[in-house]
């Protein structure tokens, strides 16, 4: 298969809601395409349309230029892991990988070696006679991908396959999950509303809300340049910080977002796209991590407030930060040592800013 194609597509419910609304996206041969977004946003029916258990309502969905809008599940060269896992209890686990080759009348012996084949490429070969309640949650997550890849379908569809798991296992099944697509050299689409999983995890990410997409891109793309805030506070640990402001172009050529005493001097490609803004009302946008302490600079680059916590989170800190009353959150090293209610001045990287019209939220940069 060459690739997968939502042309205008919508998803409406019989109860009338629509879950999906003007979906256009083409998921290309082999890649690795994530469906990011917070509960509800459409992201399961996105890819249930794409195994057809959900009809599609308006548009088309093309597998290469083949329109699969009206062709039943089983014609389609697709197979599904789901966040349940879906595993046969009475069944071993063995029978549980071979079922759907057996359904398709399989030979026996040709079965056995994509079995094994399968079960050795995810070290479960020795639970191959268990039944599913003798396994741990992890052990059931690779006979789910293995009875998956024993079919060896053109497109993986999976379903927020790790969150059952514990955070440790999440971590070393994503990076599995990785290898089995080099390995398998196919197209797979996963639905996620973990933000790390998608940005470790994927070629590009597609980013939903309220059943509209928001910014398809690379993770790189999607976080370092989100095209609204949405995207920008969906993405980030802990969570980007805005700072509502103006704009001031000052000799002509000086740009910077000024608010109260504030001045953050822009930069480079920001500072030319809005050389003729002066006045306008922005929405200034701060990564969590794009502060130091140490960094040598100008009165132009400083935030300054009062702390209002510290978090420590291992090799890094959290620090809350009271800026005119307002609570910001950055993240910085470890060694700081900072009491409560201390004033501090924080040095802003004005390469990484990201600037949002105020009202719409979208991206002015
Ligand atoms: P989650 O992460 O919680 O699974 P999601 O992004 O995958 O969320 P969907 O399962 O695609 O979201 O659901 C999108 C919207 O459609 C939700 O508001 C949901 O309540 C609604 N919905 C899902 N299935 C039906 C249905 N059969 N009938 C009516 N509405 C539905």
Known sequence: ????????????????????????????????????????????????????????????????DQMVNYMPPHRRDVAMVFQSYALYPHKTVFDNIAFGLQMRKVPREETARRVQDAADKLE???????????????????????????????????????SNLDAALRIS?????????????????????????????????????????????????????????????????????????????????????VRGDLKLKFAGETARKLASSNGREIRLGIRAEDVDETRSSGEDSLIRGKVNSVLPVGSDQFLGFDFCGEELFFRVGKDLDHALGENVALSVDLSRLHVFDKASGASLI
């Open 173 to 257: 099944m994503r990076a599995e999950i990785k290898d089995l697509h080099h390995a398998m050299q196919t197209t797979f689409v996963y639905v996620t509303h973990d933000q790390a999983e998608a940005l470790t995890l994927a070629d590009r990410i597609v980013v939903m809300k309220d059943g509209v997409v928001q910014q398809i891109g690379t993770p790189d793309d999607i976080y370092e340049r989100p095209q609204n805030t949405f995207v920008a506070s969906f993405l980030g640990n802990p969570p980007i910080n805005y700072i509502d402001g103006a704009v001031e172009v000052s000799d002509g050529e000086t740009v910077s977002f």
């Open 124 to 162: 479960i070969s020795h639970l191959l006679d268990r039944r599913p309640s003798q396994l741990s949650g992890g052990q059931r997550q690779r006979v789910a991908l293995g009875r998956a890849m024993v079919r060896n379908p053109a497109v993986f569809l999976m379903d927020e396959p790790l």
């Open 1 to 64: 298969m060459a690739g997968i194609r939502f042309e205008s597509v919508g998803k409406k419910y019989s109860n009338g809601f629509h879950a999906v609304k003007d979906l256009n996206l083409d998921i290309r041969d082999k890649e690795f395409l994530v469906l990011l977004g917070p509960s509800g946003c459409g992201k399961s029916t996105t890819l249930n349309m794409i195994a057809g258990l959900e009809e599609v309502s308006d548009g088309r969905l093309l597998f290469d």
